[in-house]
């Protein structure tokens, strides 16, 4: 049976998105937050911008021992604040590549459907963040594609009335103003 697509519109101005609160947990109603002090608010900073940083420097810069530094980092990794530890690539620099953002209207507020659409997107390569929204729109996506036919694919697969989607709007980005930049997001 042929997909059909969700109703698109096709715009170029760019998304600017507010910070969410950050907190520890993988389940929004209930969260665990973690207290830092301004020591672990320290640490925090500085691995961020360098995490490859040696303990003997940090230890200097915050004025604490090297061993309490490592031990620290030890346990906010383990209470997961550092969540991971990744190179970030300038993908730029490898290939090129169209970068987008889509709203998405759902059909209903099916929250069979919306599991649905949230595990396919998770599946999906070209998407490289999706967030659930307020308003209008059900969810905002950013994606990542090589040409407008990988969107095209990408839309006839994933953006159908048979996934529940009743409408869509694509947004290209023109040219990138603010880099994601992980250590610009405030420590709460």
């Known amino acids: 049976m042929p997909m059909s697509l969700a109703k698109s519109a096709l715009c170029f101005p760019a998304i600017l998105d507010d910070s969410m609160p950050v907190f520890v947990g993988n389940d929004l109603m209930t969260p665990d937050f973690v207290t830092l002090d301004a020591f672990d608010r320290k640490l925090l900073a500085r691995a961020r911008i360098n995490n490859l940083e040696p303990a003997r420097v940090t230890a200097e810069a915050v004025g604490l021992s090297e061993s309490a ?63 659930d929204v307020t308003g209008e729109w059900s969810f905002l996506l950013y994606l990542v594609v090589s040409s407008m036919r990988d969107y095209e694919v990408f839309g006839e697969r994933e953006l159908t009335t048979e996934a529940h989607v009743s409408q869509f709007q694509s947004m290209i980005t023109i040219r990138e103003v603010v880099a994601f930049d992980p250590s610009r997001q405030a420590l709460a």
């Open 69 to 131: 530094v490592l031990r620290r980092l030890r346990r906010l990794r383990a209470e997961g604040v550092i969540a991971r530890d990744i190179a970030i690539i300038d993908a730029d620099r490898i290939a090129p590549r169209i970068v987008l953002h889509v709203l998405v209207k759902m059909a209903s507020q099916d929250r069979n459907a919306a599991d649905a659409f949230k595990a396919a997107m998770r599946a999906s390569p070209e998407v490289q963040a999706a967030w």
